[in-house]
Every structure is written in structure tokens, then in C-alpha cells.
């Protein structure tokens, strides 16, 4: 099972980042992802074959289309070979599905071009399970290959977030890094024997609860 750990408290230092940098090392940890300021510090400090991703317009993608194009480009120049892109829910909020996928397209053409994985965070909360699944089909149709069901600001029940990866892996057979608040082994075995494609991880705390 893929499993990444994301760097992306607004109290996250560089302290922070290096332990968490020496404890995915130690349990070989799929992937990490950071925030924009950190990258060029720490991504040259990812291990080879390790995902090293950046987050953008995080936590809700209610940036301009242009300002998360540059961010994106920003990203990639600065060591990201992944990008964790926020979809912008006001233009699903105001209907503007069009305005919507173009706005992950443009994106998307980046990554494509400088061979860098893209990964979308659209949160379940705020959609019924058939607008989320027809959503996701519009996107995977785009060339998206990954979901990630929350962007992991607010409270969110580690099983009612693997229920709907679940429910969206079947529904439109992509991949989905459930992100629930995992923090105990038992969750964490719960979650491997599901079948889900990857997990991520929040808290250092549980880190050490699950793999020690």
C-alpha cells in the first residue's frame, strides 16, 4: 500500500520537517508532501524513487487560474516531482463545470510536459456520493490517475473518509490516498486490509503509535 506523510500545519517547522524526513526514511515511507516554502529546502533531501510533492493553493483552491499555474511551475522548478492540487470548489459551488475541468486541464498540460505526477484533492464533505463520483469521472477523462477525498484541515473521521475512498475507487476505478485522521495501528491495519490504494498520514504522534 502507498503511504506519505503531509507537512502542511501552519505550525510545521524545519525541525518538524527534518524528523519527519528521518522517521518516513526509517519505515520507507512512499512519499512526502510539503508546502511550497519548504520544497527547495527539503526536496533535494527526499530519497531517489521517492514521491516528493507539493501542495497548491492548500488548503481550499480559491486562487486564480493563473497564480496555481505558476505555483505549479514554481513547484516543479523547485524539486517537486508531484503535485497535490487543490480543485477549486466556488466553481463548483457556482456550477461553472466548465471553468472547473479547464482549470485542472491547465494544470494538468504542465505536469504532463515536465513529467510530473498530478494529484487532485476534492472534498467528499461538500458533494452527495453521486456528484463526487461524476466529478471524479470528468477528471480521471482528463488524465488524472489520483484522488485525494479531503484536503485534511477540518476533523474528519478516518473511516467515514475510507468509506467514500472505497466507494470512489469502485465507482470510477481510480486511485485514492484515503486521509482520514489515522492515528492508531488498529485504524492503520483496517485501512491496509481494505484495499485502497494509499494512505496519508498527519501526525508524527502517529507515526510512532502505528509502526513501533
Not at 500500500?1 to 517547522?13: E, G, K, P, S
Not at 458533494?127 to 485534511?152: D, Q, T, V, W
Amino acid at each position: 500500500m502507498y503511504h506519505d506523510f503531509i507537512c502542511a500545519d501552519r505550525d510545521n517547522t524545519s525541525v518538524h520537517i527534518t524528523q519527519v524526513l528521518c522517521v518516513s526514511s526509517k519505515h520507507s515511507f512512499s512519499g512526502l508532501v510539503l508546502t511550497p516554502c519548504y520544497l527547495k529546502e527539503f526536496a533535494p533531501k527526499i530519497p531517489s524513487g521517492t514521491v516528493a510533492s507539493c501542495v497548491i493553493d492548500f488548503p481550499f483552491g480559491m486562487s486564480a487560474q493563473s497564480t496555481r499555474v505558476q505555483g505549479t511551475i514554481n513547484a516543479i522548478d523547485r524539486g517537486a516531482n508531484s503535485i497535490d492540487l487543490v480543485a477549486n470548489f466556488n466553481l463548483c459551488a457556482d456550477k461553472k463545470f466548465s471553468a472547473f475541468y479547464d482549470d485542472i486541464q491547465a494544470v494538468y498540460d504542465i505536469c504532463k510536459d515536465k513529467d510530473v505526477i498530478l494529484r487532485v484533492v476534492i472534498d467528499y464533505k461538500l458533494f452527495n456520493l453521486e456528484m463526487l463520483a461524476r466529478i471524479c469521472h470528468s477528471i480521471k477523462e482528463i488524465g488524472i490517475e489520483y484522488i485525494i477525498p479531503s484536503n485534511g484541515v477540518f476533523l474528519d473521521n478516518w473511516d467515514d473518509n475510507l468509506a467514500v475512498s472505497m466507494d470512489l475507487m469502485k465507482k470510477v476505478d481510480i486511485n485514492v490516498i484515503t486521509n482520514g485522521n489515522v492515528l492508531r495501528k488498529t485504524e492503520y491495519q483496517a485501512v491496509k486490509d481494505s484495499g485502497i490504494f494509499g494512505v496519508r498520514l498527519h501526525s508524527l504522534a502517529a507515526v510512532y503509535q502505528i509502526f513501533n
